[in-house]
């Protein structure tokens, strides 16, 4: 599922209101993105600046 | 647009009737809204567009039963039989898919995607994934505004479902990391075994230096226990041979007084049998010799039972003082008597029996003139007139002689009985004295003991010869370990003690040979396990475990939430409890949903106004507006709740290509009605929207209206 809505999703924002972390909140807000789980992990591991650093 | 056709043959018994499309165009806009009387087929044309794209694959919640009733009785073939094929093309987002049924007989149909001139059969699984199927005919439109938050529900499921897809991802690069040749685990590895060496190296010295004492207690146990046992046994033996000498002496002496007794015991018989024939010649005297007036006395004496008397003196005294009577009361008799006829009558019979002597000699007795034979018949005639007088005296006297011993034998008998009474008593404490465990049960014992002790002493024996000891030179063995340095904390320990301490050894030994097992077990894997890594590829992202790690536990709090919190709170509002039962937590939540469902309808209309929603708390079944009023669901015209359904169900976040088809919509006028259509306006313009057919009753002929 996705949603190609802005960041002012209703949804989301439903979410957002009902999580903690900001962690918690950028994982949904991906997910909601439709962005595929290798994406999330490597978004959060911050993988593609630290391999392009190397 | 849309393109379709189709053909029903419905069994209606008098006639199999066929059924097409005749009223409603077969080329539709996209986006229609089709206005008509009752079997203009407006509702077949819904049906039919349901069910030829997976309408039954809805699930309950997703398709009004009464819909779903409809949908299946057109593949009935028990009454009726089907064909059709519809087509659906937007030329906005540039798909077109056809339905195609084309056998009356079979229940199968066709769905191909067309794209780029180029057709791919779509599985139910495929179509899903890629379109969203809205059908609805909303009857009962204040209720169904719930239907909004079934929706919810089924996103928070879908959240939920890729949140644990996250989960298992991250898992899955966890171990991939573990698994492959990563610095850190191999360093960590190596200090691991590293330690595992060096605790096993340890415990090796630890073992040997538990051996070493143990080795050493034993010889000392040993000795020192030989020796003990052995002086245990000189002094055992020593008081045995007393013991049996006292129980010796004392055996002697009961024997002794048993003897005694047994002596007066006989003695006494004779004397009792002696008592009983005087006794008897006493009584016979004495009936004869007392006079009449103390004849009783003599019933007296006969009552008495000389027998009890001698044998219970000390009991029994009526004999002896009748005894004492009889003695006083003849001599006073003897007394009276004439003591010259006493004499003069002994003096005559020895005379006669003198002469008698010389009867045939032919001798005359001086002073008499008479021969002897003369004087012997005169003599026996004066002896015959004095005879029984004689007769008495004697008879006195030899009764008082009688009295005399029988009275004796009493005395007799009473000193006997004493000294009896002292035998038994001495005898009785004799007895005692043998029977007492203080002598012979002394003995008993003093024999087991020797013989525990005495076993002991052959078992240290034994065990000084396994350690190559002579037990003769245990003295000297005993004498040196004084020289070790574990003789201070040993040498006040008893036998049990260093027993005890050597089995404890022994089991700490085991079990630190147990341990070493262990470990050499976890060095192999340990080692395996860096041999294993070391030939590997590390994972891509190797440098990130702790990352991940961190990532996986926020993930599974998250997860966690969805699966158990946020579902039973959206469950709870579904079911309609009771906000007063709500947690603070569930209010909070609910108060989301409330300002999450405003978001999605957005608007509402009421009487004559157009409000903008802040809250739509289906709880409390209450709408409160930006400008502060509150509408309450009861108090909403149907058609108004309708709209306001429609438009939420509609706003529902799906990236799939939706087909809006809404039968019935009658309750709607044409103001409640036009969010609706601005908002499937909307979805085309965002090119969302694949299909949507918009269908009312009306009484006038059929009015097709596209809303591009």
Known sequence: MSNKNTPNDPLLLFFHELLDSEQEKEIISMILKDHSSEDIIENLIDFKSEEKND | MIKYDYTIKRNEEDEIREYKPHLIPKELSELVY??????????????????????????????????????????????????????????????????????????????????????????????????????????????????????LKNSQINVEFEVTHLRKKINDAINGIIEGKNPEHLKQLGEDIEKLKNTKKQLEIEINSEQGTLDWLKIFLSTK???????????????????????????????????????????????????????????????????????????????????????????????????????????????????????????LKAFLELLKNFRYANISIPGTGKKIDEVLGELENVIKEKESRINECENINECISKLEKFRLLLDEALT??????????????????????????????????????????????KELEVYKIDPSDAQKHLKNSENSPQYDHFKGHSETQLFDRIDNGLSEIIAKQDEIKRIDKKLEIAIDEKKRIERREPHKYHKYLKKLEGIKKVVMELESKFSIKFQDNIKKIISGVDLLKFTPDQKKYADNVATFL???????????????????????????????????????????????????????????????????????????????????????????????????????????????
């Not at chain 2, 002598?439 to 024999?447: D, F, P």
């Not at chain 2, 088809?661 to 929207?689: G, H, Q, W, Y």
């Open chain 2, 598 to 708: 405003a978001a999605k309808v957005r608007f509402i209309k009421h009487i004559d106004k157009t409000y903008e929603i802040e809250k739509m708390d289906t709880v409390s079944k209450e709408i409160w507006t930006s400008s502060g009023k509150k509408i309450r669901f009861t108090d909403l015209g149907t058609g108004q709740g309708q709209g306001a359904y429609l438009g939420g169900l509609l706003s529902m976040n799906d990236n799939r290509k939706i087909i809006a088809l809404f039968d019935e919509v009658a309750m709607m006028d044409t103001s409640t009605l036009e969010p609706i259509f601005n908002k499937l306006k909307e979805l085309n313009n965002k090119k969302r929207l694949l299909l949507a057919i918009i269908v009312q009753r009306c009484d006038d002929t059929v009015k097709i209206q596209s809303l591009i």
């Open chain 2, 225 to 347: 226990c030989y020796l003990y046992y052995q002086s245990q046994n000189d002094q055992l033996k020593v008081q045995l041979e007393e013991a049996r000498k006292a129980q010796s002496g004392v055996q002697k002496k009961e024997q002794r007084l048993s003897k005694k007794q047994s002596e007066i015991l006989d003695e006494f018989k004779a004397q009792a049998a002696l008592a009983e024939d005087l006794y008897d010649k006493i009584t016979v005297l004495l009936d004869l010799i007392v006079p009449t007036n103390q004849r009783h006395r003599v019933n007296i004496w006969k009552s008495l039972e000389c027998g009890e008397e001698m044998k219970y003196p000390s009991l029994h005294r009526e004999l002896k003082q009748e005894t004492r009577f009889f003695i006083t009361l003849l001599r006073k008799i003897e007394q009276d008597d004439d003591d010259a006829l006493i004499s003069e009558s002994r003096f």
């Open chain 2, 34 to 151: 089709i206005q008509g009387p009752n079997s203009s087929g407006k509702s077949t044309l819904l049906n039919l567009v349901a069910l030829g794209f997976f309408a039954e694959k809805l699930k309950d919640d997703e398709l009004n039963p009464a819909l779903r009733e409809k949908i299946e009785e057109l593949r009935n073939l028990k009454y009726q039989q089907l064909t059709f094929e519809i087509e659906i093309q937007n030329e906005k987002i540039g798909k077109t898919i056809r339905s195609t049924k084309s056998d009356f007989t079979t229940k199968d149909f066709k769905v191909v995607e067309i794209i780029g001139g180029k057709e791919k059969i779509l599985s139910t699984t495929e179509f899903l994934k890629e379109y969203k199927l809205i059908y609805d005919i909303p009857s009962d439109p204040i209720r169904r505004l719930q239907e909004l938050l079934k929706e």
């Open chain 2, 416 to 461: 006997d009985e004493h000294k009896l009474k002292e035998l038994r008593e001495k005898h009785r404490e004799a007895l005692e004295l043998m029977n007492d465990d203080t002598e012979s049960g002394v003995i008993n014992k003093l024999s087991e003991k020797l013989s525990q002790s005495e076993n002991k002493m052959n078992y240290y024996s």
